[in-house]
Structures are given as structure tokens and as C-alpha cells.
């Protein structure tokens, strides 16, 4: 157990839907990373909080949102879900920043059809 | 641009055997970090190894050593001795501006017995 905690662990939805994946960080970490694992883009960087606010941004589309609450806990939101949207989704959790790499959840595969 | 290069879609290595999987990088950042992640079939990223660009030595966690040649911008993961719970994928990852990091595509290492 890595200590970060990812709900659900799968989740199957149809196109057009709006899911939401959570995350709860390892205790004692302030900064959330969300990533995208797919088939042809690889991992991808999505969003960075600290401390619940917004810290950087990389290739999340605009029908995907997140935010951190002030218990830490940070949630991914993905609405008009296309089948391209399949795929592994990390939330990941560090101290600070990133420069000494962080702790990735397991995952959440999500699968649209 | 930063990028992170594995050019060994696939390996394979005899059980007990070392192997060496290859990474390059580029980027113009004086301070960086390299790391190395596995991930089993179940999905999970596990943390193995990480080294900072200022650091002279290379990094070792057990098994694993990472042959950091920093005029080459190369930082290969060396596996010794060889076990079959060793077979996986195999990222190298880079930490980017913003505590991102950037990951390669990935070797995927099947150790036979």
C-alpha cells in the first residue's frame, strides 16, 4: 500500500457521461498530481494542486476538471466522455513539489463504450 | 523541449542475469531529477530509484543502480540478478518545471526461467 488511496479502482461508463475519480494523498502531503496512462499518448501530466489551489496545468482537456478540498483530498472530474477518454488514470501525492519524485495510487481504469 | 527517450520497446533477460535498460534525456535545466518507475501487470507505479543531477555518485536501492552519465544526458537502470517478479514495464521519468514529471515510453522486461 503506497498510501495513496484512488476511487473507484474500475469503472465502466457510456460517451456523453460525467465521472468522477478521488483521490486521498499520503498523510502528510500537500501537492496532488494527476496523470492519464493510454495506449498511444503514454503518461501523460494533467493537473498539479498544493495545498488546494491549482499549481500547474499540462494537457487536460477543458471537458476534464479538478480541484483539492481542505482535507487534502483531491477529485478528477471528466464529463462528455468519448471512447478516447479510456484509459489509466494516477493520482499521485509528494511533500512539496515534485522534484523528488512522488507516490503514485494504483489507479483508476476507466473504460467508456 | 524536455523529453525522455527508451528506445527498448522490449527485453528480455535471463532469471539471475543483470540487464541494463536504457534511457536518454534532454533538457536545458541545470537541476533536474531522474527516476525510475516499474509497473506491473496490475497496474501500479512503483518508485525505484531516483538521482539528482548535481549528485556525483550513482544512486543504488538494492538491486537496482542507475548509471547516471550526465555529458551524455543518459540515465540507464541496471537490474542484477534477475528475478521472475522482475518482469514489468520500466519508466524513466524526468521532474519538469512545476514538480511534473516527464516520462518516457517504457520498456517492457520479461525475465525468463
Known amino acids: 500500500d503506497s498510501g495513496v488511496t484512488q476511487t473507484p479502482k474500475h469503472l465502466i461508463t457510456a460517451t456523453g457521461q460525467r465521472v468522477t475519480l478521488r483521490c486521498s494523498p499520503r498523510?502528510?502531503?500537500?501537492?496532488v498530481y494527476w496523470y492519464q496512462q493510454s495506449l498511444d499518448q503514454g503518461l501523460q501530466f494533467l493537473i498539479q494542486?498544493?495545498?488546494?489551489?491549482?499549481?500547474a496545468k499540462g494537457n487536460i482537456l477543458e471537458r476534464f476538471s479538478a480541484q483539492q478540498f481542505p482535507d487534502l483530498h483531491s477529485e478528477l472530474n471528466l464529463s462528455s466522455l468519448e471512447l478516447g477518454d479510456s484509459a489509466l488514470y494516477f493520482c499521485?501525492?509528494?511533500?512539496?513539489?515534485?522534484?523528488?519524485?512522488?507516490?503514485f495510487g494504483s489507479g483508476t481504469r476507466l473504460t467508456v463504450v | 523541449a524536455q523529453k525522455i527517450t527508451q528506445t527498448q520497446p522490449g527485453m528480455f533477460v535471463q532469471e539471475k542475469e543483470a540487464v541494463t535498460l536504457d534511457c536518454t534525456y534532454d533538457?536545458?535545466?541545470?537541476?533536474?531529477?531522474l527516476f525510475w518507475y516499474k509497473q506491473p501487470s496490475s497496474g501500479e507505479m512503483i518508485f525505484l530509484i531516483y538521482?539528482?543531477?548535481?549528485?556525483?555518485q550513482n544512486a543504488t536501492e538494492g538491486r537496482y543502480s542507475l548509471n547516471f552519465q550526465k555529458a551524455r544526458k543518459s540515465a540507464n537502470l541496471v537490474i542484477s540478478a534477475s528475478q521472475l517478479g522482475d518482469s514489468a514495464m520500466y519508466f524513466c521519468?524526468?521532474?519538469?518545471?512545476?514538480?511534473?514529471?516527464?516520462f518516457g515510453q517504457g520498456t517492457e522486461l520479461s525475465v525468463k526461467p
Open positions: 538521482q539528482g543531477s548535481y549528485d556525483e
Open positions: 521519468a524526468m521532474s519538469a518545471q512545476g514538480g511534473k514529471l516527464i
Open positions: 499521485a501525492s509528494s511533500a512539496w513539489g515534485g522534484d523528488y519524485g512522488y507516490t
Open positions: 494542486y498544493y495545498n488546494g489551489e491549482e499549481r
Open positions: 498523510s502528510g502531503d500537500l501537492s
Open positions: 533538457t536545458s535545466d541545470q537541476s533536474y531529477g
